[in-house]
DNA sequence: TTGTACGCGTTATCAC
DNA sequence: GTGATAACGCGTACAA
């Protein structure tokens, strides 16, 4: 069932038929009306692979993530996914995992099946290290890169990022009006989007004339329970604090069950932010106070964004998305 | 740079070229290193359309799934993808939504962009009603259709189910067991798995000689609050349980808020029992006991099977995997 | 062991 | 408004 089936039962060239699939309006409607019949009647559906040879694209998305099962990584991926095929794209899941050689492996992948663009999703794509990254830039000179909250700079790269600084600095200062003098911040890793949130969780402090210090910063893997006993571990050395920010919803759940067992009041004694907005801040008691980074906006200026790159129009290679504080009962604003 | 560049700088006709890039076996030692060199010197890629033209296959899998920013769906999402990638093939990821015509929808395209085979991840895909499941069983003439957790009969279509009857069977045994004498179930919607949850809950009570009782039934949006509010309005209107199961870890979830709210005591008061053994069953005090439907197991025989089935290799059109449940502090055993 | 020639199904460029 | 035909790049009989 091809294309030369169904000029032959509609006794027209193949070039018709062409003509009348991609909406050509050079085609009488008499004509188009008899070959659409013909196709319906024959149930004719196009080959794709026959197109893509001749078009060099499949109109299909790679989208790289490490681990699509994370809370904040699955939204990203729904949004982009709609997104992606509310224009007519099909989107190529890839999970990378965290290692460096495997992104690369994998990023490769994606360009030998000539996806028409690579979105890395995730903080975690771009390296502290300039040379690390040089596979992305330079692959971007064949073909569209989109960065969801993660920044590199470069020719036909293009990122969507979350005010991080920002976001992390009004939560600490709105911490620090609230009467709060020790915030302790716990971050998990040192990516883009991480380095930006501790930045801004420095710089509120210093405009309050408080110096930052390296005991209340302190790392830790995403995990609810490694967090607890992080926590649990400061409590039993003696660190005093009477409010957490943490990098991730799941390490102040961590927190949440940290004041429990240490009997610590939320927030009477005790104030707490996460990040994210995720689920997970609304299944404790009390409730988490959470930073939104907002993943439906950053989902959909990303897909915007590329579209525009593919009409050719002139696209910001950065653009910023401006994060909420929603607050709930583990801060006492 | 394709083939015939190759073929020309090697100083090989482009069928030997070719013959090294699937491995064939009838290629000189030297030929075929000859080959590889120019290949790696000018950096050649395959173009997989015209490949993909040749064999009508770019081996790629649909995965469809109603929500991707699900927990239990972006675990099962991520166990898919990367089983497939390890079998060489890629996934083209189809979030759906939950309405009958858009899934039909995106499984004609899907199919429009010939997949090797498409993968329909959670219960949500197979209706109550026969005729709206036609759509599947015809299109697995030209396709292998993979049902995770779900199950429909026909020719060339492979389910993998959890055993939820089993599950929910043994959960509200051993509640009855423990002393529970009203239990009281919460499902979100009448799927496949939907069903036999409900009916491992019935059969259980019912061998113990205590008939199901509709009040003690109940159905409630997948969501903490809605979850919450049905079990307060319950509780105000006099209702009496003494343990919840529930179809999904997020009404739960709202179980545990409702207990603190009504100010009832989990485990001595209430028991408690979620499914899917999610993250959210770790984020509440007291941490909720939870049937663990083994995702990571169902999409790894999916996709086992799934490659048998494309190697011709016999393999069973069901299999089930047995649940464990997943003790933590909602329930006293 | 290697090479030639054709088919795969579409789009695009002509000529009419 | 329509038709003929040349790409597109690969796999693979078949011939050598």
Do not use: W
């Not at 062409?18 to 085609?27: A, C, D, E, K, Q």
């Not at 920002?166 to 890793?189: D, E, K, N």
């Not at 210090?213 to 604090?241: M, V």
């Amino acid at each position: 069932m091809n294309i030369y089936d169904v000029s032959e039962h509609a006794g027209v060239s193949i070039a018709t038929v062409s003509r009348v699939l991609n909406g050509n309006p050079n085609v009488s409607e008499k004509t188009r009306e008899k070959v659409l019949k013909v196709m319906d009647e024959l149930g004719y559906t196009p080959n794709v692979f026959a197109r893509g040879l001749g078009l060099n694209t499949m109109k299909t998305i790679g989208i790289m993530c490490s681990d699509s099962s994370d809370p904040y990584l699955a939204g990203a991926i729904y949004y982009l996914e709609r997104g992606l095929r509310a224009h007519g794209y099909d989107a190529i899941l890839c999970c990378t995992g965290y290692d460096l050689d495997a992104k690369q492996k994998y990023f490769d992948l994606l360009r030998s099946k000539r996806v028409d663009a690579i979105i890395l999703a995730g903080s975690k794509f771009v390296e502290m290290r300039a040379k690390d990254n040089a596979y992305i830039i330079e692959a971007a000179s064949d073909l569209p890169i989109m960065l969801v909250n993660g920044f590199l700079e470069g020719e036909n790269i293009y990122s969507t990022v979350c005010d991080d600084h920002a976001a992390v600095y009004g939560a600490a200062s709105q911490l620090l009006s609230s009467g709060r003098r020790r915030i302790l911040y716990v971050y998990t890793s040192y990516s883009y989007s991480g380095v930006n949130k501790l930045e801004g969780y420095k710089d509120a402090l210093k405009s309050k004339g408080i110096t930052p210090s390296d005991e209340l910063i302190r790392q830790c893997p995403k995990d609810i329970e490694a967090a607890r006993e992080l926590l649990l571990s400061l409590h039993r050395e003696g660190l005093e604090f009477d409010a957490v920010i943490t990098s991730d919803d799941s390490l102040a759940v961590g927190a949440v069950k940290y004041a429990h067992i240490a009997d610590i009041s939320i927030p009477r004694v005790l104030s707490i932010i996460g990040y994210n907005n995720s689920l997970l801040a609304r299944c404790t008691d009390p409730e988490i106070t959470s930073i939104d980074s907002k993943v439906e906006a950053l989902c959909t200026t990303t897909i915007n964004t590329l579209m525009g790159v593919f009409s050719g129009v002139n696209v910001p290679s950065r653009t910023t998305i401006a994060s909420d504080l929603i607050k709930r009962k583990t801060t006492n604003f």
